[in-house]
């Protein structure tokens, strides 16, 4: 099974969401029932990745799978090219991980078009996880692209009020990026072949070695780097996240937030950085700049919001800031801390995210004034509320503080400035997170419906993730 254990976890979900197609369309509890069965096999099918040791004692690509695929005369050859290592694997587990606990969270909140949005889900997972593994750099755009329709309708279609709006915003934002990116990965490829390199496709192994000029480096970059940014998202081409998150259903936030947003994040070091070194290095300055002003900028626009479901989005631009920063800081307690805190914010904005779905199915507001007093309804669930914005504003011995402290670490030992700077959003996240905190969990209590605490669906959503939060806080 090891020798095509990718494939196998990658297109299951393909699989499944073939199956899902053949269900009856009123069947809306079987269609959600066979879509997490799909999930979790998944996951179980990824978990052997997370016990390999080879992880630790090598740093080449594992689990690798060649095929010839695309051929067109002697200019143009496409592979199927996958395979992961210690930047992809915690990545890989954690798409496979969030996508089980996304689709528990539908049960109350997904009543129509139930089949459509299954499938869609299920097409989603298996773009991501071909993203995270192609090692064809042509590949990896396919299934980059092939990530932006399903998301799309899953805003579009049962998203809120102005989900229209958000779904194409989100669109041509990373449309745009995406079709740069395109040109930049066919320039470089001919561009290889007129220099006389023997390319066996779009390996990114053979692009690594390439020495391409530095003023042509800086246009590349420029084209990697810009969609990159978007799907960050860093700033000043965010805008498009508040608006798709707040008009995101529950599981569509969760999954973008989890998972999707990792893929910029994932871009730069995977493509951007090490295929474009000079580059890099010239725009370092500027980019580290963008972080830092992201990290202020995304917790003071958090500290103003009144939805509670765009706080804790604008709180993602500025956690993202944070990881963005050390990989920048370009040494290895930035660059660890960094890849450590996209698995944190992965799952600590994911559950966040949950659980503002969740407050929102009792409460039907997701304005702070329509909150309070949580705590004397529902004892456990707001347990859960406070733990995970505990974990989100980095309180040492859970996850975020971890990857947090390498990040300013780095930061520091490269440019005290951006790290003085930056240390300054981790005060400005407490002022944000304590302030979403007592207008939710204490106050008065608004209304006189009861509401019910923690379901054992919730618990099941809940639990592995704040199991996850201390094991990442602790273990390091």
Known sequence: MSDNLLSLMTFFPLVGMIVVLFLPREADRLIKSVTLVITIITFFISLPLAFDDVFKTSAAMQY?????????????????????????LWLVLLTTFIMPIAILSTWQAVDKHTKGFM????????????????????????????????????IGIWGGKNRIYAAVKFFIYTAVGSLLMLVAIIFVYYYAIQSGINMNGFSIDQFY??????GIQLWLFLAFAFSFAIKVPMFPVHTWLPDAHTEAPT??????????????????????IPLFPEATQTFMPLLATLCVIGIIYGALVAMMQEDVKKLVAYSSVSHLGFVMLGVFAMNLQGLSGGMLQMINHGITTGALFALVGMIDERAHTRQLAGLGGLWSRGPVLS???????????????????????????G???????????????????????????QGVIWGETKGDEPWPDLTLR?????????????WLGLYP
């Open 383 to 409: 347990a859960y509320f406070l733990f995970f914005n505990l974990a989100s504003l980095g309180l040492p011995g859970l996850n975020n503080f971890t990857g947090e402290i390498l990040i300013l670490i």
């Open 119 to 154: 499938a869609l889900a299920l097409l989603l997972e298996t773009a991501m996880l071909g993203a995270f593994i192609s090692l064809d750099l042509f590949l990896f755009y396919i299934f980059w692209e092939l990530m932006l329709i399903p998301m799309y309708f899953l």
């Open 251 to 272: 599981a569509g936030s969760v999954i973008l937030a989890a998972i999707l947003l990792k893929m910029g994040t994932y871009g730069y070091v995977r493509f951007a």
């Open 411 to 437: 930061t520091f030992k490269s440019a005290p400035l951006w790290g003085s700077i930056a240390a300054c959003g981790v005060v400005f996240a407490a002022a944000y997170t304590l302030r979403l905190v």
């Open 458 to 470: 919730e618990g099941l959503i809940l639990a592995p993730l704040a199991v996850l939060v201390v």
């Open 64 to 88: 690798t799978e060649f095929a010839r695929w695309i051929s067109i005369g002697d200019y143009f050859q496409m592979n199927y090219n996958v395979g992961v290592d210690g930047i992809s």
């Open 209 to 214: 070695l390439m020495q391409v000029p530095a």
